[in-house]
Structures are given as C-alpha cells and as structure tokens.
C-alpha cells in the first residue's frame, strides 16, 4: 500500500494531535515547570538511565546513572564481567529487537551517552531484508571492552572497529535502550566490516527460561534451527540497501565456541584497560569516568553532572517522524 499524500496526511495527524493539545500543553508546562531539559528516568537493576531530547533526533541522548543518581559511563563505569564464578557478562542493550534505529554508545561523547548513529547527516536506520524486521536479537556491546584499532588480530588479519565489543542476545523477551542486564557468552561470529574486525558475541540473557538450557554455540544450533544461519544472512546484507558490499567473515562464516569468545573478550577487556590507563592510542574515544582510580581521566561526580548539563537537546519537529515512520522504517527490501 503506498503511504498517503504528506500534506493531506499531516493534516489529519494535526487535527488529532489539535484535539488534546491543551491537556497537553498544560503537562508540558508543568514538567518544563520542574525540569529545565526534557528528560526521562528509566530503572534497571543496578543502574538508571536519564532520556534527554525526543526519541529519532540528533539531539537525542540515554545517560547512565548509578542507584544513587550519580552519572557515569556505560562503556568505562559498568563493569564487564557481572559474576566470575558464573561467568557471567553485563551486556548494554543499545537496540531493542525488531526495532530499526541504530542507536549506539557515543564512543567520542564525554559520559558516552547512548545515541543514534548519524552518517552523512542523516540518522541511521537498518533496513528491513526479507524476511527480517529490523535487529533479529536484543543487540548491544559488552562494557569495558574495545576492539583497538592498533591491534592486527591474529587470525584474520584486520584490525579492531575502534568500538566495544558488541553483543546478540538471543533471548525470549524484547529489552529497551539503556537496559543493563547480564549475559551467558555461547559464541563467537568473526564478522569482517570494511576490512576491519567487528566481532558478534552470541549471548542469552541469563534471566531467560531457556538459560539454563543453553551453555554454548551448538547447543543454540540444535534448539533453535535457523537461528545462527539467520544471524550470518542478517550481517551480511544489512548494509546492501544502503548501497554498501556485503560484509565478509572470518572462519568462513562459522562460529566459534564459547571458549575462543570468552579469550576475545579477555583480549578486548586488556585493550580497554590500556586506553582508559592513556597506554595506548585512544583513536579518538572519549575515556572519562567516574570509578577507574589509576586512570587520568577520572572525574568527580561534580564533573559529570556539569558534562551533561553542557549539552542542549530540541524536540523533533512532527514532519521529520511523520517521513521517518512511512518512508524509512516501513519498507521492504529483497536482497
């Protein structure tokens, strides 16, 4: 079906929008009252998340706090391994799954809040391939991890995306932005992205029913068929709408075993700690934390607090969402 004219259409939504917007405006004006910024406040377990700007904006930002309200960093504050005897990892969930923004740790923004990724001046957003709608899994990174551009890995010979080491989570439920939650390593994709290495975690959330049941790579191989074909097929071609070649792999493809993932995450674990310790060059990525005491970009909570209250945020104008939701997320594409 194809969508309806802009103009017409936009009259419609603000005749509608028209119908509330004096109880509308009166909450606005009440939260604007207490809060100079528009922002949110979001739970998890052991960290809260603060939304500020309008969701599908430039302008839009998720910072972390602890529980008891101070900001930190989600790449260098938030430990990577939750339990050791468990071996369990905490996982930031940067994309929900079915959902198409490309949202992000901002590796280059003090605090890096999480955001949508921007190329070209444009916000990005996955394409939907047949027959997936957006991310197939809960996708994010493992904190205090980096896949240094400097280091030449061994078996494929390209160097690291200058980026955390990121995360499928094959889970049952669908998380949100921001989330923290923990994770059990099954895996390991080898993917090759522009020639630089990108590696796939496969995790499962360690709350999910089917936990229990899946201890490494075969194991979802064999409960779930599909599943991991799925995931090589997804990595391959999401970038082919946008005009890019199709991705590569080291291995051929295959994946790896739990054990060979948990030694890259110890590897890129090494690389983080030598970044935020200033040992290495940090490619641009911004390192400033609150709770690494050897590290020289340490700040106070004092600091932080004026990190974020330096930045400014605007609400995304309705046009921009109203072409975002017919003309970007709603289409097909057949690869």
């Known amino acids: 079906m194809r969508p309806p004219p802009l103009r017409s259409s936009l009259g419609r939504l603000l005749t509608i929008f028209g119908s509330f917007s004096a109880s509308r405006n009166k909450l606005v004006t009440q939260a604007a009252a207490a809060v100079p910024h528009l922002f949110y406040f979001r739970k998890n377990m052991h960290y809260q998340t603060e939304e500020r700007g309008h969701p599908n904006s430039p302008d839009y930002r998720i910072y972390f706090k602890t529980k008891e309200g101070k900001y930190i960093s989600p790449f260098h ?15 930031v969930v940067e994309v929900p799954r079915w959902s198409n923004a490309k949202m992000e740790i901002a590796t280059k923004e003090p605090l890096n809040p999480i955001k949508q990724d921007v190329k070209k001046g444009k916000l990005r957003y996955v394409a939907n391939i047949f027959p997936h709608k957006g991310y197939i899994w809960n996708y994010g990174a493992i ?35 921001g989330q923290v939650i923990q994770v059990k390593v099954l895996g390991i994709l080898a993917m090759i992205d522009e020639g630089e290495m990108d590696w796939k975690v496969i995790a499962i959330n360690a709350e999910d029913p089917d ?63 030598a970044l935020v310790q200033k040992q290495t060059n940090g490619a641009g990525i911004e390192c400033i934390n609150t709770s690494c005491c050897e590290s020289p970009f340490n700040c106070s909570s004092e600091e932080a607090i ?18 975002l939701s017919y003309y970007t997320v709603d289409k097909w594409y057949f690869v």
């Open 211 to 273: 936990a229990m049941n899946l201890n490494n790579i075969e194991d979802v191989r064999k409960s779930r068929p599909g599943h991991l074909e799925a995931t090589v097929d997804w990595f391959r071609k999401y970038k082919v709408p946008d005009g890019k070649p199709e991705n590569q792999f080291g291995f051929n493809g295959q994946f790896k075993d739990k054990d060979f993932a948990l030694k890259i995450i110890k590897s890129t674990h090494e690389h983080w700690r």
């Open 143 to 177: 904190p205090q991890t980096w896949e240094d551009p400097n280091h030449t890995d061994e078996e494929t010979k390209c160097c690291g995306d200058n980026d955390p080491i990121d995360v499928c989570e094959i889970g049952t439920l669908v998380c949100s932005p």
């Open 306 to 323: 004026g990190v974020v209250k330096s930045r400014s945020f605007i609400v995304l104008r309705l046009v921009m969402f109203y072409i």
């Open 77 to 91: 504050d938030i430990p990577h391994q939750a339990e050791k005897e468990k071996v369990l990892f905490n996982m």
